[in-house]
């Protein structure tokens, strides 16, 4: 095996042998003619020397370069020709198993940058995922640092929360110790609930899980979820059904009261029957009005997604309104004054609860309107394609600050009031449900000892579709 090497390198010596045999060859008869011509009487001695000194300094010095350079490579093939022949068996094994693992390594080190690139990806597509969460969530390491935040947690926290501890975003005790105790490995998962203080007042459902490959720099997951909707939702629900059963009890017990006075005391008393049986059969009036008002509510917040398709024009529907409501305004001696631009975009609307808003607007104009006075009805259209139906009384107005509240379930600004004109508390809250079914809003003005203005605003019914 130590043969081989050595006597390849000795056959790198003929081509050089080739070289240098060549030059002389050519150089030779380039110096005969070069004799021949400044031995001719037809050139003369100073032309033949100009010419012939140039040639033969440079084949000199082209011959001279050309035997250096071959000499040094004989002796580096020599060299290494030697060093082939002194190499046993063995060596050229460990040479060639020294290039075997060089190869082996590359592979390692291709194989580690594909890795490398698959970790990068996963860690992109992690960060993706965290930052597309809507809740905040936070990475532990192992010293309760603050590692990693995802969006959510950055613009609820701030954006310099990462390597900060825990502390300096949360100094609540329950969630610390949920963490603590997580973190200490006394248990994989830990709770808490999270009430912030007014203003926030909202509050949070905190979850702290252990990581199942928990490393030095991300030992736990920490998120928070919102629960202010679902409280406040529940706290809705809850006050709904107090006002409710509030609201049936005191005309249900009026009802049992009177039977039972019906049937002792007054039975055989004509005229205290007869005044009696009128309290029922108004009382009676009012719970009826109450669970129609109660099935209606619910009946439209199960279609409040659901946007009307039907185009109506709102003149007409007004008027008839008007025309249904005006024995109401007589009693009192009021008027309904329409100004009513019939040259205005007709809207996409449910034409029977679009009346029920009127009606309910107007009826409270009338019961909540100064005797003698107008209740005055107008319809126009705003800027951007809004149509606008406005109704207006000349009532004793309503303070500023139960303004916002108005359309609240069972809220009202005088109880005692509301009752005694037969109100249930629901009106304006089916008013603005179904508004919002229909796209539109609703805008309460008022002003105290002048009166109030309840504005519908609707988009204008797109016809092109």
């Keep these: ?165 825990l502390t300096v975003a949360l100094r609540h005790p329950t969630v610390l110790d949920a963490a603590d105790s997580v973190l200490s490995g006394e248990t994989g998962m830990a709770a808490a609930d999270l009430n912030l203080p007014v203003p926030d007042g909202r509050s949070f459902s905190v979850r702290v899980v252990a990581l199942p490959a928990a490393r030095e720099d991300t030992a736990a997951v920490l998120a928070l979820h919102d629960l202010t909707s679902l409280r406040k939702a529940e706290k809705m629900r809850a006050d709904f059904v107090a006002n409710a059963s509030h609201e049936l009890r005191t005309p249900l017990a009026s009802l049992v009261g009177f039977i039972e006075t019906l049937l002792g005391p007054a039975k055989d008393d004509e005229p205290a029957r007869i005044r009696f049986l009128g309290i029922m059969r108004d009382q009676a009036g009012r719970m009826s009005r109450l669970i129609q008002d109660l099935l209606s509510l619910s009946q439209i917040e199960m279609r409040e997604h659901d946007q009307p398709s039907e185009v109506l024009a709102l003149a007409p529907l007004l008027r008839d309104v008007a025309a249904a409501l005006e024995p109401q305004a007589k009693a009192k001696q009021m008027q309904i004054r329409l100004d009513l631009n019939d040259a205005v975009a007709p809207v996409a609307g449910a034409r029977d609860e679009l009346m029920q808003v009127f009606q309910n607007l107007i009826d409270n104009a009338i019961k909540y309107g100064r005797a003698e006075t107008q209740v005055e009805v107008r319809l126009g259209e705003r800027d951007g394609g809004w149509i606008e139906v406005g109704i207006r009384d000349h009532g004793d107005g309503i303070p500023r600050e139960h303004l916002p509240r108005l359309t609240e379930r069972f809220y009202r600004v005088d109880s005692a009031r509301s009752r005694d004109l037969g109100g249930t508390g629901l009106g304006l809250a089916i008013v603005k449900h179904i508004i919002k079914r229909h796209r539109g809003r609703l805008v309460i003005e008022s002003e105290m000892g002048k009166g109030s203005e309840f504005m519908v605003r609707m988009p204008g019914a797109d016809l092109s579709r």
């Design 1 to 165: 095996m130590s043969d081989q090497p050595a006597g390849t390198l000795r056959t790198m010596r003929y081509p050089v042998m080739r070289w240098l045999a060549l030059t002389l060859i050519l150089g030779m008869p380039l110096a005969g003619v070069i004799g021949i011509a400044w031995m001719s009487d037809a050139v003369s001695t100073r032309a033949a020397w100009a010419i012939a000194l140039p040639i033969l300094g440079i084949i000199a010095l082209f011959s001279a370069w050309h035997t250096l350079a071959a000499w040094r490579v004989l002796r580096s093939t020599d060299e290494i020709a030697g060093m082939g022949q002194r190499t046993t068996g063995s060596d050229w094994d460990a040479l060639t198993m020294i290039g075997e693992l060089g190869v082996t390594m590359e592979r390692l080190r291709q194989t580690l940058l594909d890795e490398k690139g698959q970790v990068a990806l996963q860690t992109t597509t992690a960060d993706a995922i965290l930052n597309a969460l809507p809740d905040p969530v936070l990475l532990l390491d192992g010293q309760r640092t603050i590692a990693r935040a995802n969006f959510a947690a950055r613009k609820f926290f701030g954006n310099d929360i990462v390597g900060n501890d």
